[in-house]
């Protein structure tokens, strides 16, 4: 692919026709495998007259030969969850990469159940090594909440239904340190189904400007072994259609104990606060398992009721 040997090209960073030393070799390496592109890299040096050696001055040189294989190509998954208290649910994912530009990832989730979501994402760079990148976010959850009157029984028992779309761009620093700002809007409605006559349904139509930063240094992003990430979202609306700010913190880090055992921790900070905060942005404490979808809202807490606790701080700051 030529907008491949292009990235390998720019990445090696090498003055060629040079002697390297194997270090320098290894670095270039590694600097074309921190892209990301690649799931698979391998190198070689081809020796003087032997065959795939390069020519210079007519003259036959030893030659550096990179084997490369695509990372995370197209894919489909599907999957099934069962727990006592959202019982069933059917998964599926499709992930098509470079959709539009070259290393792009578009991605489709869906989830079916007392938990249903249909979301579309895109995340692309201009140009692989570009330090800019766009991302674009469309979809509709509904998710069960909650709201407690004491810590013995709920009062309310209502669907959370949001139907929204962001779009973000930003700067990309050192292939691990992502930013992004952008607008969003968004259409929220809370549904009593199990409530006093008098809890009527909730909505609010609201536009806000959202802001994030995300650093990951993990080794993998399935069950990593060590390496850290970090998720900081901000978001603002200063009354189209509701009043609030926002702001989240998850960080996560894997700490490798032997070759085979790592331990993982977290830890997270919410805040949400304004005169008209919408449901979407109110975060909820409790139980040993929470909503799938949400992940800066929902929080677990042994010894409490599902959701017990809703977070949310009123008045202007």
């Given at each position: 692919?030529?907008?491949?040997?292009?990235?390998?090209?720019?990445?090696?960073?090498?003055?060629?026709?040079?002697?390297?030393?194997?270090?320098?070799?290894?670095?270039?390496?590694?600097?074309?495998?921190?892209?990301?592109?690649?799931?698979?890299?391998?190198?070689?040096?081809?020796?003087?007259?032997?065959d795939?050696?390069a020519?210079?001055?007519?003259?036959?040189v030893?030659?550096?030969?990179?084997?490369?294989?695509?990372?995370?190509?197209?894919?489909v998954?599907?999957?099934?969850?069962?727990?006592?208290h959202?019982?069933?649910?059917?998964?599926?994912?499709?992930?098509?990469?470079?959709?539009?530009?070259?290393?792009s990832?578009?991605?489709?989730?869906?989830?079916?159940?007392?938990?249903?979501?249909?979301?579309?994402?895109?995340?692309?760079?201009?140009g692989?090594?570009?330090?800019?990148?766009?991302?674009?976010?469309?979809?509709?959850?509904?998710?069960?909440?909650?709201?407690?009157?004491g810590?013995?029984?709920?009062?309310?028992?209502?669907?959370?239904e949001?139907?929204?779309?962001?779009?973000?761009?930003?700067?990309?620093?050192?292939?691990?340190?992502?930013?992004?700002?952008?607008?969003?809007?968004?259409?929220?409605?809370?549904?009593?189904?199990?409530?006093?006559?008098?809890?009527?349904?909730t909505?609010?139509?609201?536009?806000?400007?959202?802001?994030?930063?995300?650093?990951?240094?993990?080794?993998?992003?399935?069950?990593?072994?060590?390496g850290?990430?970090?998720?900081?979202?901000?978001a603002?609306?200063?009354?189209?259609?509701?009043?609030f700010?926002?702001v989240?913190?998850?960080?996560?880090?894997?700490?490798?104990l032997?070759?085979?055992?790592s331990?993982?921790?977290?830890?997270?900070?919410t805040?949400a606060?304004?005169?008209?905060?919408?449901?979407?942005?109110?975060?909820?404490?409790?139980?040993?398992?929470?909503?799938?979808?949400?992940?800066n809202?929902?929080?677990?807490?042994?010894?409490?009721?599902?959701?017990?606790?809703g977070?949310?701080?009123?008045?202007?700051?």
């Amino acid at each position: 692919d030529g907008q491949a040997e292009a990235l390998i090209r720019r990445r090696l960073k090498l003055e060629l026709p040079a002697a390297l030393s194997a270090e320098e070799v290894e670095q270039a390496v590694q600097r074309v495998y921190a892209t990301g592109v690649f799931a698979l890299l391998t190198y070689r040096v081809v020796g003087a007259g032997e065959d795939g050696a390069a020519t210079v001055g007519g003259r036959s040189v030893p030659t550096l030969v990179l084997d490369v294989r695509p990372s995370n190509g197209d894919r489909v998954g599907f999957g099934f969850r069962y727990d006592d208290h959202y019982n069933a649910a059917l998964l599926f994912t499709l992930r098509l990469r470079d959709v539009g530009l070259f290393g792009s990832t578009s991605q489709v989730d869906v989830r079916l159940g007392e938990q249903t979501q249909l979301r579309a994402s895109y995340f692309g760079r201009f140009g692989v090594e570009a330090p800019l990148a766009a991302a674009a976010v469309a979809g509709y959850s509904s998710v069960p909440v909650q709201v407690f009157a004491g810590r013995d029984r709920a009062s309310v028992s209502a669907a959370l239904e949001v139907l929204d779309a962001r779009a973000f761009a930003g700067p990309i620093l050192f292939n691990t340190v992502i930013t992004g700002v952008g607008p969003g809007v968004a259409h929220v409605r809370a549904s009593p189904e199990v409530a006093p006559d008098s809890v009527e349904t909730t909505r609010w139509t609201y536009g806000a400007l959202s802001a994030f930063a995300a650093v990951d240094t993990r080794d993998r992003v399935a069950f990593p072994s060590r390496g850290a990430r970090l998720l900081a979202t901000a978001a603002w609306s200063p009354g189209a259609g509701a009043s609030f700010r926002h702001v989240t913190v998850n960080a996560e880090r894997w700490i490798p104990l032997s070759p085979a055992v790592s331990l993982g921790t977290r830890v997270a900070a919410t805040r949400a606060w304004g005169d008209d905060v919408p449901l979407d942005h109110v975060s909820f404490v409790g139980g040993d398992i929470v909503p799938a979808l949400g992940a800066n809202q929902f929080f677990a807490l042994y010894g409490a009721e599902a959701l017990e606790l809703g977070l949310i701080s009123a008045g202007p700051s």
